[in-house]
Structures are given as structure tokens and as C-alpha cells.
């Protein structure tokens, strides 16, 4: 789930990154062709696309820092106790054999 989630966040990193290039390739079209309005909006488009690229690379940065801390070591069955499996006994103690 985690790694799905991963792996969106870049596909949307990168899809920000061409649009990013996209967008100063039609900057630079515009100031050859010196369209002042057009070039002061499509800077201000340009800003808000940076910030929404940091703040992705912001959460995928943190989703990274916190994998670790996401994973719960026991799940737990609705009476409170831990579940069994081969690790551990009923009790939640490692199993000695």
C-alpha cells in the first residue's frame, strides 16, 4: 500500500516536471513574441507549480522518513491480545521452539 502510494507520488512528480518544462518552453515563446500579460500570468502559473512540486517533494520526503514508524510490529484481534502466529505464543512472548 504504502509502495502504491510511493510510486503515485512520483508519477506525480513527474508529471509536475513536464508541465514544468512545458510551461517555460511557453515563457520563452512569450517573451520573444512580448505578450507582458500572458508572460506576467504564466509566471505567476509558473510560481504556484514550484510551490505545488516542493510540497509533494515535501511529502514524499516525510511518507520516506516515517515508513518505518507506519509499520506496527503486532496486530491486535478486537479483545486487546495479540494475535498468534509462528513468531509468538497466544501471549504475545517469542516462541523458544
Known amino acids: 500500500m504504502l509502495l502504491l502510494l510511493l510510486l503515485l507520488l512520483l508519477?506525480?512528480?513527474l508529471?509536475?516536471?513536464?508541465?514544468?518544462?512545458?510551461?517555460?518552453?511557453l515563457l520563452l515563446l512569450l517573451l520573444?513574441?512580448?505578450?507582458l500579460l500572458?508572460?506576467?500570468?504564466?509566471?505567476?502559473?509558473?510560481?504556484?507549480?514550484?510551490?505545488?512540486?516542493l510540497l509533494l517533494l515535501l511529502l514524499l520526503?516525510?511518507?520516506?522518513l516515517l515508513r518505518p514508524l507506519l509499520r506496527l510490529p503486532l496486530r491486535r484481534?478486537?479483545?486487546?491480545?495479540?494475535?498468534?502466529?509462528r513468531w509468538?505464543?497466544?501471549?504475545?512472548?517469542?516462541r523458544d521452539d
Open 88 to 94: 509468538t505464543t497466544s501471549d504475545g512472548r517469542p
Open 32 to 35: 520573444l513574441l512580448r505578450q
Open 61 to 64: 520526503l516525510l511518507l520516506l
Open 77 to 85: 484481534t478486537t479483545n486487546g491480545r495479540p494475535t498468534t502466529d
Open 15 to 25: 508529471l509536475l516536471l513536464l508541465l514544468l518544462l512545458l510551461l517555460l518552453l
Open 11 to 13: 508519477l506525480l512528480l
Open 38 to 53: 500572458l508572460l506576467l500570468l504564466l509566471l505567476l502559473l509558473l510560481l504556484l507549480l514550484l510551490l505545488l512540486l
